[in-house]
Structure formats: structure tokens, C-alpha cells
T-cell receptor, first 114, second 111 residues
Framework: NAGVTQTPKFQVLKTGQSMTLQCAQDMNHNSMYWYRQDPGMGLRLIYYSASEGTTDKGEVPNGYNVSRLNKREFSLRLESAAPSQTSVYFC?????????????FGQGTRLTVV | SQQGEEDPQALSIQEGENATMNCSYKTSINNLQWYRQNSGRGLVHLIL?????REKHSGRLRVTLDTSKKSSSLLITASRAADTASYFC???????????FGTGTQLKVEL
């Protein structure tokens, strides 16, 4: 099992460019999450998908869109990147239906917007 | 859903010493989970304690939960340099779908 796989690992964008961060999990989890982490900070929830076909805003959704493509894949799109979106982005998945289980995280996408 | 607040924000100890970090939360929970993050990598699950449990052990980790005080503590015994990381708690409520985290405790274990 690969767990949670994020692509790309690194990306540099110019202000105004768009890009999509990809996340896939192979654990048949129903819930998936996107977070951003700025230097020295905790993880802030951008969007989440409690189950296939649903998406909801987290704490910092502005400037982002998401798509739950199927049960395995949850993508995060930046339509017009801004320097304030320079951050490390983490995807996570969780079997929300089984409450007493752990979440699994990808290794992160390091995004720099210049 | 809710997020926990970890305390202290930073902790520096010598190798071999014990490290204790705390987590407080606001509303009733089903369980509380602790995660570790090594230097910018993804979070890794350490231990889960259910609301009807008071203490749980896993190797050098000991977690306690006091639901009356809405707090939990994570004790790492005989710390090693490899324990240097940030530690986050995640209190989980039964009805929530969000999985949120505080700012964590940054532990540094020096040789």
C-alpha cells in the first residue's frame, strides 16, 4: 500500500498562474482533507470531503477550489496563485465512519509563488 | 469538531530526560489522538485514547486523558534526539467531520 500520495512534491509558480495539486489514497477511506502549513505554524484546514460527492470549506478556503474526483482522489486547485499562498500543502485521508482510527498524511507539496 | 491547544509551544530537554506536553479542548469528545511531525513532513499518528480511557501506553509514550478537565497529556520517557519533532493533538467529537489541529508543541531533544 502506498497510503496517501501527493503530486507534485515541489512547485514554483508565478503570481497569477494556476495549478492543481493531486492527492490519491489507496486505503478506501471515505474522508479526505487539504491543509496548508506556513513556517512555524500548525496545519490549517483548507477544504475537506467527508465522503465521495461532498466537499466543505475549512478555516482558510479563499483562493482555492477542490474536486473529489472519486473515492480515491481529492484535488486542490489554485486558480490565480498569490505570494500569500506560498506554503506546504498536506493531504490526509481518514476512515471517518470508523471513529476510532487514525488519519494518514501525504508527504506534502512545497509551493512557492513568486 | 474542535481543535486542541497544545502547551507548551516549545520544549527543549536533554537526551534521556522525560518530555511532557499537554492538550486542552473545549467540548466533549469521543477520542483524542496525538500526532508527530518531523521537520516539515506529513503528520504521523502516535496514539489514540478513547473518552472512556484514562491512560494508555505505547512503547515510550504514555497518554492520559482527564475528561472532567478537558485535557490530555503526552509523556515521552527517556527521550532521544530522534524524538525532536512537533507534536499535535486532535480531539474528535462524534458528530464532526472536520479533523483540525492546533499549533503544536515543538520538542527539541539535545545530545
Amino acid at each position: 500500500n502506498a497510503g496517501v500520495t501527493q503530486t507534485p512534491k515541489f512547485q514554483v509558480l508565478k503570481t497569477g498562474q494556476s495549478m492543481t495539486l493531486q492527492c490519491a489514497q489507496d486505503m478506501n477511506h471515505n474522508s479526505m482533507y487539504w491543509y496548508r502549513q506556513d513556517p512555524g505554524m500548525g496545519l490549517r484546514l483548507i477544504y475537506y470531503s467527508a465522503s465521495e460527492g461532498t466537499t466543505d470549506k475549512g478555516e482558510v478556503p479563499n483562493g482555492y477550489n477542490v474536486s473529489r474526483l472519486n473515492k480515491r482522489e481529492f484535488s486542490l486547485r489554485l486558480e490565480s496563485a498569490a505570494p500569500s499562498q506560498t506554503s506546504v500543502y498536506f493531504c490526509a485521508s481518514w476512515d471517518r465512519g470508523t471513529l476510532n482510527t487514525e488519519a494518514f498524511f501525504g508527504q506534502g507539496t512545497r509551493l512557492t509563488v513568486v | 469538531s474542535q481543535q486542541g491547544e497544545e502547551d507548551p509551544q516549545a520544549l527543549s530537554i536533554q537526551e534521556g530526560e522525560n518530555a511532557t506536553m499537554n492538550c486542552s479542548y473545549k467540548t466533549s469528545i469521543n477520542n483524542l489522538q496525538w500526532y508527530r511531525q518531523n521537520s516539515g513532513r506529513g503528520l504521523v499518528h502516535l496514539i489514540l485514547i478513547r473518552s472512556n480511557e484514562r491512560e494508555k501506553h505505547s512503547g515510550r509514550l504514555r497518554v492520559t486523558l482527564d475528561t472532567s478537565k478537558k485535557s490530555s497529556s503526552l509523556l515521552i520517557t527517556a527521550s532521544r534526539a530522534a524524538d525532536t519533532a512537533s507534536y499535535f493533538c486532535a480531539p474528535l467529537t462524534g458528530g464532526g467531520n472536520k479533523l483540525t489541529f492546533g499549533t503544536g508543541t515543538q520538542l527539541k531533544v539535545e545530545l
